[in-house]
Structure formats: structure tokens, C-alpha cells
């Protein structure tokens, strides 16, 4: 059975979609199959899998159009004769592990339906399906495709459909920026996602004899991700500094113990292991206890990964040639590129660990 972790924060501009790329990406380097579901109307996800000239015909190709998330689902929310099925899965472009569930720009108009079917816990036949479609098709195309692990891009919302995401998760990252929105989110997300999992729990029973049932599984904390700074002699700038420490101190002292009540983390000797992981490699300021790692900012090779269909870490010298960079100013980019090798592989490494069977509390 395939792991699923969501990459989730409800404040946005926190990286959410390219970590959920880097991060599958690196997995499969590590001998694995992975799935990216977008699960954010914006599609950016699918976009950056795909590569921007396949994303425009993956669209208007009649073959491929409708093989997307919210036309699968379709059929239990139109109450159509028809059931949830797998498809193919395009792979993401230069990697044939790597498959893309992808998004629709119009995924957000079945919120109404989901929360309604939610509000009324399943004392409605009609609605009584609908939680539990989402997680029926995921769970359906990782068969298919005998996915390992799947990683969800979720938008930046608190609504009905993020909620049904994240129940149907093992897991979930936290991405977060060096900002005081970032910090302020992390003081209330707790709440939050202690909120959906009670009621999953005080549902479960009332949808197990629906035609697509919830899925058993506690979503569990594997760590906060601080992304987007800005670095001086290797370390993040002093302002930028301080406020991840900020965020450390947060996620210590706020969101850990609330998820901790719930049931929503791992063994503590699994988060040191996890920690353990990243000395040496990681900068010696990643100090949060629950930090997987400290990204610094792409600066201008974003673009250039994205003319090359690649992530940042895959990025060669002949690609930055290609994009016009070259000959003495290409050397701190190609440092930079090893630099976000090791970071991203130090990452997969944590997440290897932290969903290991054992980990999990009993």
C-alpha cells in the first residue's frame, strides 16, 4: 500500500508545490514509484510535471482532457451511472517513475457538495459516498500504476475538499517561509488539523458501508519545512535567521503538543533519528528539532529548471548553457545545484524514516 503524505500549510506562498515535486523526484531516485496529486485548482503542480508545452495539449487533447481528478470523481458527485475508476497517469516529464494525477481548474466547485456531505455525516444516502471518492480514486490509480508513495498538493484553504485530502493522508509536511504570516499560521494550524482528524474519528463508522469508504488511517507530523531565504556564507540572513527560529520555537511549543494530544505524530526517538539525519550535510542553523531543512532561495535557476523540465538538483552544466549561463558565472550556480542535491536527499531520507511501520505509536 502506497504512503501518503500531503504537503499542507494554510497560508500560502509557502513552496508547497515545487517541494511536493523536489521531494517526489527525489524519492524515486531512491528506488521508488511516486504520485503527484494536485489537489489545487491553480493545476501548478500538474503544469511543472508536465512541462509547459505538454500541460496545454494534455488539456485540449481529446484522448487525455477529461483524465484529470475532478472528471473521475465526477460520477459520484453528478450522480452519474458510473463508477470511480483508474486511468494511466501521464509520467512527469524526464522521469518514468514519476506519474501526475492531474488537477482541474474547476475541482473547487464540488466544495459545496463535500461539505455538505460532511456537515450531515453520512445521514444522507444521497451525499453518503461523497467523502470517501477522493481517496477511492487515489487509492485505485496507485494500484495501478503500484505506486509506493503519494504526495498531494493541497491549496492554501481550510475548506471541505482539503479537509477530505488530508484524511485520506498516513502523513503530512508543513511548508513554511520566513515571514510573520508564516509564524502566525503555525499557531492556529493545529487546531485545524486536530479538528478534521476528530471528525474522522467521530464519523468513520457512520461511511463504512458506503460504496467508497474513508479511509483508516491517522495522518501523523513528519516536519516543518522552512523554504525561500536568503543566504549569507552558507547560513540564512540574520533577519531570516531569527525568524525560523521563531517558526522552530512555534512548531515546539504550539503545533507539536496539539497534534501530540491527538495522536497526529510519530515515536520522538524517529524525530532524533530524523534529525540526526541532516548533520553534517544541513546547515548548522537547522536547529528546529522538527525541521526536515532549511531550502535556500532558487534565486534565478528556477527558471532555467523549468526551460529544462527538471528539478533545481537535476540541473547540469550543459542546461545552464542552455539558458545563457555560462563560463565564470555559472559557478555558483552549479555550487548551489549540489548544495540542493544533498538538501533534497537529506529530506527523502527523514521522510524514509519517519513513515518506517515502527515509528507509528501504539
Not at 515515536?267 to 526536515?292: I, P, Q, S, V, W
Request: aromatic letters at 8%; glycine letters at 8%.
Amino acid at each position: 500500500m502506497s504512503k501518503r503524505i500531503a504537503v499542507f500549510n494554510h497560508k500560502g506562498g509557502t513552496g508547497k508545490t515545487v517541494s511536493t515535486y523536489n521531494i517526489g523526484w527525489k524519492l524515486t531516485e531512491k528506488g521508488s514509484r511516486v504520485l503527484l496529486v494536485d489537489g489545487d485548482s491553480q493545476v501548478n503542480l500538474t503544469a511543472l510535471a508536465l512541462g509547459f508545452d505538454r500541460f496545454d495539449d494534455y488539456y485540449e487533447n481529446d484522448e487525455t482532457k477529461t483524465k484529470n481528478i475532478k472528471d473521475a470523481v465526477s460520477p459520484v458527485f453528478e450522480g452519474k451511472p458510473a463508477t470511480i475508476a483508474a486511468f494511466d497517469c501521464p509520467n512527469a516529464i524526464n522521469n518514468d517513475t514519476m506519474f501526475i494525477l492531474p488537477g482541474h481548474a474547476d475541482l473547487a466547485t464540488y466544495e459545496g457538495q463535500l461539505s455538505l456531505a460532511q456537515e450531515t455525516g453520512g445521514s444522507l444516502s444521497v451525499l453518503k459516498n461523497l467523502p470517501g471518492a477522493l481517496q477511492a480514486l487515489i487509492a485505485a490509480i496507485e494500484d495501478h500504476h503500484e505506486i509506493d508513495y503519494t504526495l498531494i498538493d493541497l491549496n492554501p484553504g481550510l475548506g471541505a475538499i482539503n479537509q477530505n485530502f488530508f484524511m485520506a493522508c498516513d502523513a503530512f509536511v508543513v511548508p513554511t517561509n520566513p515571514d510573520p504570516f508564516s509564524l502566525m499560521a503555525i499557531g492556529t494550524l493545529g487546531a485545524h488539523l486536530v479538528r478534521w482528524n476528530e471528525w474522522k474519528n467521530a464519523n468513520f463508522d457512520k461511511f463504512k458501508d458506503a460504496d467508497y469508504p474513508l479511509r483508516d488511517t491517522t495522518p501523523v507530523f513528519l516536519g516543518a519545512l522552512h523554504s525561500r531565504y536568503n543566504k549569507h556564507a552558507s547560513k540564512a540572513a540574520a533577519k531570516f535567521d531569527r525568524r525560523m527560529r521563531q517558526i522552530d520555537e512555534q512548531v515546539d511549543s504550539a503545533l507539536f503538543p496539539a497534534l501530540k494530544s491527538a495522536g497526529m505524530v510519530v515515536k520522538r526517538k524517529c524525530y532524533d533519528k530524523a534529525f540526526e539525519l541532516g548533520k553534517g550535510t544541513l546547515t548548522e542553523d537547522n536547529t528546529g528539532a522538527f525541521a526536515l531543512a532549511r531550502i535556500p532561495d532558487f534565486q534565478g535557476l528556477i527558471h532555467t529548471a523549468n526551460v529544462a523540465g527538471v528539478p533545481i538538483f537535476k540541473l547540469t552544466e550543459q542546461n545552464l548553457k542552455d539558458d545563457g549561463v555560462q563560463g565564470v558565472v555559472a559557478n555558483n550556480p552549479l555550487k548551489n545545484i549540489t548544495t540542493f542535491d544533498e538538501i533534497y536527499d537529506v529530506i527523502a531520507s527523514k521522510i524514509e524514516v519517519l513513515l518506517d511501520a515502527k515509528c507509528r505509536k501504539k
